[in-house]
């Protein structure tokens, strides 16, 4: 008889958005007449910026015509992607990464995900706490993370580092050695970031301990301050530690398309091996490549259209990050993040925990957030918001939380 994964078994169920979601539905019941405004899950709104489309409706014909059919896309990406990539995000900002390098993918759900199956099953994570999900979900699947306390919400086998207002949402370095470190940075939930001087010390400290460092940089598109490194390859060393995660979701608005890559530099070994290698190896067996047209959408992209537009759109949502948190500062709230991030971090207020606030906002302002407290312990007592609506539901939304 079969027998299934047991560890899937211990994965808590994830309650988080779908308990936000029974809430609304219980309160829209109760209270039809309410006009409610959602600023808790962190998708795009606007639409694809006009040059994506022209570049999507151009390879649509390319796929329509016998002379220019596209089947299975190469295993790495298609080259004018990966070339461009390359020179923007990586030969523009003076990192060493080259074509072979890159593997385009669907998304930084899936490889943040998916990246854990090169390591041995014996290798101990460590996250910063409050984390997106993915990363200790994926290591509890695959056996790593020992045992699931729910009195704490910690696993047996993980290193949280806390990272909260008492050290600025800078993670320390752990007291006990971590084998894999997660970084996503600039941070969701939290919205707050590192500077590139504090990333080095991070990127020595993995050297130093024989540490790989896999570094979400899926808000990038977000950063506004000079001192934060777009990547972790502006740090010296890194390409013998790290590898970066990039998705095309929040500086493209292609949630919805699917596109992303990771970079795993040839430098980075263990024991001899290449995890660049191991890497092929797992995406040709594994990955059958992201869509010809949504690759050409990508590329796009980094055309100066592209590049012009969303700018742009990055600037309509970082517009309502500011006001979110000048509006939300202005009424008494202590606010972080929202500087180099489209997500705005407050402290909920007169002591209430995350799940109180989330009720309080609902009931009083018919505003949707997401409790701090669903994204780690080191959450309680927060609560996030995103800039991803439209500035009108935006600006609305502070008015009522102001009259509160
Ligand atoms: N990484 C982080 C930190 C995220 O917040 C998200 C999405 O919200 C993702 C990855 C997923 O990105 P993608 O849409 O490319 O799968």
Redesign the pocket.
């Known amino acids: 008889m079969f027998q299934i994964n047991e560890d899937y078994q211990k994965l808590p169920g994830s309650y988080l958005f779908s308990t936000i979601a029974k809430k609304v539905a219980a309160f829209t019941q109760a209270n039809p007449d309410k006009n409610i405004i959602r600023l808790g899950i962190?998708d795009v709104t606007l639409p694809l910026a006009p040059a994506i489309i022209k570049a999507l409706h151009a390879a649509v014909d390319e796929m329509g015509a016998a002379e220019t059919f596209r089947g299975y896309a190469p295993d790495l990406g298609y080259d004018f992607l990966r070339k461009a990539i390359v020179e923007n995000d990586y030969k523009a900002r003076n990192c060493h990464i080259e074509e072979d390098e890159v593997f385009v993918s669907d998304?930084?759900?899936?490889d943040?995900g998916n990246i854990q199956e090169i390591f041995g099953p014996e290798c101990r994570i460590a996250v910063c706490d409050p984390v997106?999900p993915?990363y200790v979900d994926s290591n509890v699947m695959a056996g790593r993370t020992g045992v699931y306390n729910r009195d704490t919400e910690m696993w047996s086998n993980v290193i949280y580092m806390p990272c909260t207002a008492e050290n600025n949402f800078v993670p320390e370095f752990p007291k006990e050695t971590p084998d894999i470190i997660y970084l996503?940075l600039p941070n969701?939930p939290t919205g707050t970031t590192i500077t590139k001087s504090e990333l080095s010390e991070w990127v020595e400290y993995a050297k130093k301990t024989g540490a790989v460092i896999i570094y979400?940089a899926?808000?990038e598109a977000y950063i506004s301050e000079d001192n934060v490194a777009h990547s972790i390859y502006e740090c010296e060393g890194a390409r013998e530690c790290a590898i970066e995660i990039r998705?095309?979701?929040k500086n493209a608005g292609f949630?919805g398309m699917r596109l992303?890559f990771t970079v795993v530099p040839k430098d980075l070994k263990c024991n001899g091996v290449s995890l660049r290698d191991m890497w092929a190896r797992r995406h040709g067996t594994k990955f059958n490549g992201a869509p010809y047209i949504v690759q050409r959408a990508g590329e796009a992209v980094y055309s100066p259209e592209g590049k012009a537009q969303l700018k742009e759109q990055v600037a309509y949502y970082m517009n309502n990050a500011a006001a979110i948190k000048e509006g939300l500062s202005d009424a008494g709230y202590t606010v972080f993040g929202g500087v180099n991030a489209p997500y705005i971090w407050l402290k909920t207020p007169d002591k209430m925990t995350s799940w109180e606030f989330f009720d309080y906002l609902l009931e009083n302002a018919n505003v949707v957030g997401t409790p701090g407290s669903g994204f780690g312990p080191s959450g309680e007592g927060y609560f996030r918001l995103t800039a991803f609506g439209s500035y009108e539901n935006t600006a609305a939304a502070l008015e009522r939380i102001k009259k509160l």
């Open positions: 962190g998304g930084a759900k899936s943040s997106y993915v996503c969701n979400d899926a808000y998705s095309f979701s949630t992303g």
